[in-house]
């Protein structure tokens, strides 16, 4: 099971989302570099449980446990490795899962996969649990990042169809990527967050859940960053993107709505700027050409399902004696997994990109 990532660096997670923690180790970052550890604690604080009403009521404190890697807060060039406890598990919610799959779960795969080994509980290494080492993985790259002028952000696009502000894909900045982590539910329009805090209580009191789309930027990246074919910028953002649990799809610049538009309509004209740097007038391209980063800010949206754990009754089947059931899941779920996978976003892209940057001696 494949749970690494990177070519530069490594970042291996691991643990699952019921045993007695789980972690992360980053081998490869370069030694002598200070840490700002409340920036990764904030930023883990905007991932957490049990924050309010359209999340999990399940509590973990987060807080990680630095094993090996720095010395008085500055990285010492060995792995950098941070565990983190789970206190908060009920497992017993999970007992009748072994035999009746959860629907849009990974649970009947995997029990295939693994001859009926995996762990059932939360949903054990498959479970969304497991961004939060993901987090700090991005915590610690996007400081790194930011020394070289590169910023990282995101935002809440959409939840049941309820529209945020989007991203200016040609004059997105540092502070407008930071915007919406200061806001308890990160949207740029706070009366459009309030409809969609809404919405996810509707359709929790429905027992359902929603799903949505997260946007997210960078800006600052040098020009021609990334590899043709295989490991171009788009590649490798999108693969560590997939990483994170309920992403169903991904799109850079105008994406799918690229492809109902003429070239003529879809091409950004090049020109100089007051600097005598060469921009685009538009940014259908997301700042992203044959692979490589162009020089504007890259911009893309990822597409979250709604959370599959609802407490109405669904069709399944019975692993052990081969009959359909109908199945009531218990537990603690998010209604709607998009607020907190905001921070998740932003680190999957960190990650790659410091990945690609250092791998070039950039980073």
Known sequence: MSSSFGNSIKVQIFGQSHSEGLGVVIDGLPAGVQLDMQEILRQMARRAPGQGDYTTKR???????????????????????????????????????????RPAHADYPAAVKTGGSNDIRGGGHFSARLTAPLVFAGAVCAQLLARRGVYVGAHIASIAGIQDQAYDP??????????????GFPVLDLEAGEEMRRAIAQAASELDSVGGVVECGITGLPVGLGEPIFDGLENRIAAAVFGIP?????????????SGMRGSENNDPFYYDGEGRVRTETNNHGGIL?????????????????????????RTVNLRTGLSEELVIHGRHDPCVVPRAVPCVEAAAAVAVYDLMHGVGLG
Request: net charge positive.
């Open 59 to 101: 509590r973990e404190s987060d807080q990680p446990r630095i094993l090996s890697g720095l010395v008085d807060g500055k990285s010492c060039g060995a792995p950098l490795c941070a565990v983190f406890e789970n206190t908060d598990t009920r497992s017993k919610d999970y007992a009748a899962l072994r035999d009746l799959p």
């Open 170 to 183: 040609v004059a997105l900045d540092a502070r407008t990527l930071r915007a919406a982590a200061d806001n």
């Open 246 to 258: 309920a992403v169903k799809g991904i799109e850079f610049g105008a994406g799918f709505a690229a």
């Open 290 to 314: 044959g692979g490589l980063a162009s020089g504007m800010p890259v911009v893309f949206r990822a597409a979250f399902k709604p959370t599959p754990s609802i407490a109405r009754p669904q």
